[in-house]
T-cell receptor, first 112, second 113 residues
Framework: NAGVTQTPKFRILKIGQSMTLQCTQD?????MYWYRQDPGMGLKLIYY???????DKGEVPNGYNVSRSTTEDFPLRLELAAPSQTSVYFC???????????FGSGTRLTVV | AQSVTQLGSHVSVSEGALVLLRCNYS??????LFWYVQYPNQGLQLLLK??????LVKGINGFEAEFKKSETSFHLTKPSAHMSDAAEYFC???????????FGTGTRLTIIP
């Protein structure tokens, strides 16, 4: 029972490089989310999806893109990495709007 | 709109003492309320949740929380703190039909030996 799986766990990027953070869930959850967590700042929502083919912006979408071609996968794309994107990124999912989230273990990204 | 306020970004208690972490919510409709715990370098784990029914909710690791509508509160308690409780705790609110949870800014709990 894997839950929400995020890869990679750690990554160092140079300024201007691009990368994709992978997120997959095996619980058949409709709703998926990407958050970033910075020290003392709590969780900020980047993007979310209510089902395959549907995505929407959260609080801090600039510099990121997402896609949701299947129920299971919700990758987050960083284009032209900047130092301000140094953060810990969490993917989460939920079955319905009455449920809490199940979180992945996170990806720690450093942009230098 | 929904929101939560966690009072106290840092709380320290002695081992064996009562743990009390405060959370107040704002919601125009009946809320669903959650407490999550985050241990260092890990993701967030659900401690407990209130949806409907009994207002005193028991969770994992001996934690419990009581939903008080009149006070718009959902405080987290544990009778006797253990060293392993040191972590960051997040309160969150959601209403049915809203796609997103709204999180508080977190409370870091330190246990003093």
């Amino acid at each position: 029972n894997a839950g929400v799986t995020q890869t990679p766990k750690f990554r160092i990027l140079k300024i201007g490089q691009s990368m994709t953070l992978q997120c997959t869930q095996d619980m058949n959850h409709n709703y998926m989310y990407w958050y970033r967590q910075d020290p003392g700042m709590g969780l900020k929502l980047i993007y979310y999806s209510v089902g395959a083919g549907i995505t929407d912006k959260g609080e801090v979408p600039n510099g990121y893109n997402v896609s949701r071609s299947t129920t299971e996968d919700f990758p987050l794309r960083l284009e032209l990495a900047a130092p301000s994107q140094t953060s810990v990124y969490f993917c989460a999912s939920s079955y319905s709007t009455g449920d809490g989230y199940t979180f992945g273990s996170g990806t720690r990204l450093t942009v230098v | 709109a929904q929101s939560v306020t966690q009072l106290g970004s840092h709380v320290s208690v002695s081992e064996g003492a009562l743990v009390l972490l405060r959370c107040n919510y704002s919601s125009s409709v009946p809320p669903y309320l959650f407490w999550y715990v985050q241990y260092p370098n890990q993701g967030l784990q659900l401690l407990l949740k209130y949806t409907t029914g009994a207002t005193l909710v028991k969770g994992i690791n001996g934690f419990e929380a009581e939903f008080k509508k009149s006070e718009t509160s959902f405080h987290l308690t544990k009778p006797s703190a253990h060293m392993s409780d040191a972590a960051e705790y997040f309160c969150a609110v959601r209403v049915f039909g809203n796609e997103k949870l709204t999180f508080g800014t977190g409370t870091r709990l330190t246990i003093i030996p």
